[in-house]
């Protein structure tokens, strides 16, 4: 049992990032992240003994971490809050400019205004995955993928112009 908890702990270091991405995403509250972040690392731990390597772990990661998110909200029926983001959650790299970790912000609110589908969908966008990837992920086909994935872009856009974000 050991070996195995310490695979998927160095499993889940090497790939936290996807964690704090969609905590983050589906979140706007920093105490809300951190308690979706521990869930998704709770509900990983319990299905890792189904991960049978048929895809890169990152994958089964995404999958997984997208689920839990679209479920945790549905089991206590929580409301999403529409405040400001928590600017001491570092999900930024320090190197990059205040300029762009103002874009970054504006998106993450922008974003809070999708329903939970249409953030899984430009999360997956957002991390470079393909339709297929995409499709895969959300357990839908290739053309609904890509559908959905351009409806929710023109949606995304008309957020941030009608909230004048600037980009």
């Avoid at 702990?9 to 979706?36: F, G, M, P, T, W």
């Avoid at 890169?56 to 990661?61: E, G, N, Q």
């Avoid at 205004?113 to 499709?135: C, D, G, P």
Wanted: with cysteine; net charge neutral; charged share 30%.
């Amino acid at each position: 049992m050991k070996e195995t908890e310490t695979i998927f702990l160095s499993l889940i270091n090497q790939h936290k990032a996807i964690i704090h991405k969609v905590s983050k995403i589906y979140v706007d509250d920093a105490e809300q992240q951190r308690d979706l972040f521990q869930e998704i690392v709770m509900q990983l731990w319990k299905a890792y003994p189904t991960f049978k390597g048929n895809s890169k772990f990152s994958t089964w990661m995404y999958r997984v971490a997208l689920n839990t998110a679209l479920v945790y909200f549905k089991k206590d029926n929580r409301k999403l809050d529409k405040t400001r983001l928590d600017e001491t959650i570092d999900v930024i790299d320090d190197n990059e400019s205040a300029l762009k970790e103002e874009k970054l912000d504006c998106l993450y609110k922008a974003v809070q205004e999708l329903n939970t589908v249409e953030k899984a969908l430009i999360f997956l966008f957002l991390e470079n995955q393909s339709h297929r990837e995409i499709a895969e992920n959300l357990g839908i086909s290739e053309v609904n993928a890509r559908v959905k994935l351009n409806r929710t872009k023109e949606k995304l856009q008309f957020i941030i112009k009608k909230n004048g974000y600037e980009f």
